[in-house]
T-cell receptor
Framework: SAVISQKPSRDICQRGTSLTIQCQVD?????MFWYRQQPGQSLTLIAT?????????ESGFVIDKFPISRPNLTFSTLTVSNMSPEDSSIYLC????????????FGSGTRLTVV | QKEVEQDPGPLSVPEGAIVSLNCTYS??????FMWYRQYSRKGPELLMY????GNKEDGRFTAQVDKSSKYISLFIRDSQPSDSATYLC????????????FGSGTRLQVQP
């Protein structure tokens, strides 16, 4: 299955600032997904990133707050903009490996604390 | 009503017990079913992946999917303290972007 590298693994940020999270996959994938896991909660999909097109955002998430880039088939970034303490969460990227019969694989996540 | 329902637990069992974890769902279009294990402060780790109905076994783990009842299960045999974690079920459709919909997760504690 694919290996997903995500960085930073954790960060503590001041409110009002922005953080960009990187996700690198060791093989080419069509779809990459960004999820948020708030403390004690399950995973919620933020957006789907396809190479060469605009990301598709889920209800409650907007591009101004969570801009996403997908410059090629192995890389994506998620920016958390103008952060507030409510943005403190784990952010995870995932890739769809259904065609390869590997299900969906996740990176190890970015633990963000906003102070 | 949530698309995927999962008992949050916590579930506490003695070492060596058989553990049964379950999820129900409402969307009949789901075709891909997955179970993840998540240790504290770590990302989800894929345990089992099943397409459509049926059973799948991998070592001490068995996943079952009953699409007629919209019910999936994960069985853990001979449970170990190292199995103590949160278990998440997740599902996806076979069309479009195929994003995962997660259950809320069940916290499992295996007592030595």
């Amino acid at each position: 299955s694919a290996v997903i590298s995500q960085k930073p693994s954790r960060d503590i940020c001041q409110r009002g600032t922005s953080l960009t999270i990187q996700c690198q996959v060791d093989s080419q994938v069509t779809m990459m997904f960004w999820y948020r896991q708030q403390p004690g909660q399950s995973l919620t999909l933020i957006a789907t990133a396809n190479q060469g097109s605009e990301a598709t955002y889920e209800s409650g998430f907007v591009i101004d707050k969570f801009p996403i880039s997908r410059p090629n088939l192995t890389f994506s970034t998620l920016t958390v903009s103008n952060m507030s303490p409510e943005d403190s969460s784990i952010y995870l990227c995932s890739v769809d490996l259904i065609v390869a019969n590997y299900g969906y694989t996740f990176g190890s996540g970015t633990r963000l604390t906003v102070v | 009503q949530k698309e995927v329902e999962q008992d949050p637990g916590p579930l506490s069992v003695p070492e060596g017990a058989i553990v049964s974890l379950n999820c129900t769902y409402s969307n009949s279009a789901f075709q891909y079913f997955m179970w993840y294990r998540q240790y504290s402060r770590k990302g989800p780790e894929l345990l089992m992946y099943t397409y459509s109905s049926g059973n799948k076994e991998d070592g001490r783990f068995t996943a079952q999917v009953d699409k007629s009842s919209k019910y999936i299960s994960l069985f853990i045999r001979d449970s170990q303290p190292s199995d103590s974690a949160t278990y998440l079920c997740a599902m996806a459709m076979d069309t479009g972007r195929r994003a995962l919909t997660f259950g809320s997760g069940t916290r499992l504690q295996v007592q030595p």
